[in-house]
């Protein structure tokens, strides 16, 4: 069954820094997200991407976040300066046009020090 | 704006009994429903959706919901728990023509005892 796969499963970052975290959608799918999960926390939305663009975002993605496809396979999300409470759990998700079932990467734990 | 209740943060249930998450959503329009679930440590496991149709929908595991659109209500059920059947479930909303972004409730911790 096709996965959406993240990369690192793990990342320690100090506080200031920049971080990427990588995501490999589904190959057919055509929109991609990403979400966050504060631990003992709900899920939360972040962005959506379509077509090459944002085509939604929440109250947290501001500035310091930024997504990108750089290429036909990847999909990223980077936080320009890490704070503490940047801290959580970041899942990737696609989903395909006409299908509204969103499948989720294992995701990425952020662990800002 | 779109949102999910969650009213239990846990939910205890001998092996063996019937078991029921309940999930309550508000959205402009229909709704796309979502059951996940999250084993420790893994990601997210899409269970099963309501999309349109039949208002009880059956989905992996065993597991089924069904949808109420009076009581606007999307409860996760399932006849006979088992053990395995312990980790942190969560319902999701969607509003139709509304983007597709996905609205979590804050999640079940269910526990399954022998």
């Known amino acids: 069954e096709p996965e959406v796969t993240q990369t690192p499963s793990h990342q320690v970052t100090q506080m200031g820094q920049e971080v990427i975290l990588r995501c490999v959608p589904i190959?057919?799918?055509?929109?991609f997200y990403w979400y966050r999960q504060i631990l003992g926390q709900k899920v939360e939305f972040l962005v959506s991407f379509y077509n090459n663009e944002i085509s939604e975002k929440s109250e947290i993605f501001d500035d310091q976040f930024s997504v990108e496809r750089p290429d036909g396979s990847n999909f990223t999300l980077k936080i320009r300066s890490t704070k503490l409470e940047d801290s959580a759990m970041y899942f990737c998700a696609s989903s395909e046009v006409g299908n509204y079932g969103y499948t989720f990467g294992s995701g990425t734990r952020l662990t800002v020090v | 704006a779109q949102s999910v209740a969650q009213p239990e943060d846990q939910v205890n249930v001998a092996e063996g009994n019937p078991l029921t998450v309940k999930c309550t959503y508000s959205?402009?329009?229909?709704?796309?429903l979502f059951w996940y679930v999250q084993y420790p440590n893994r990601g997210l496991q899409f269970l099963l959706k309501?999309?349109?149709?039949?208002?009880l929908v059956k989905g992996s595991y065993g597991f089924e919901a069904e949808f109420n659109k009076s009581q606007t209500s999307f409860h996760l059920k399932k006849p006979s728990a088992l053990v395995s059947d312990s980790a942190l479930y969560f319902c999701?909303?969607?509003?139709?023509?509304?983007?597709?972004?996905?609205?979590f409730g804050t999640g079940t911790q269910l526990k399954v005892e022998l």
């Open positions: 959205v402009s329009g229909n709704p796309y």
């Open positions: 309501y999309i349109t149709g039949d208002n």
């Open positions: 999701a909303v969607r509003a139709t023509g509304g983007g597709n972004k996905l609205t």
């Open positions: 190959s057919n799918h055509l929109y």
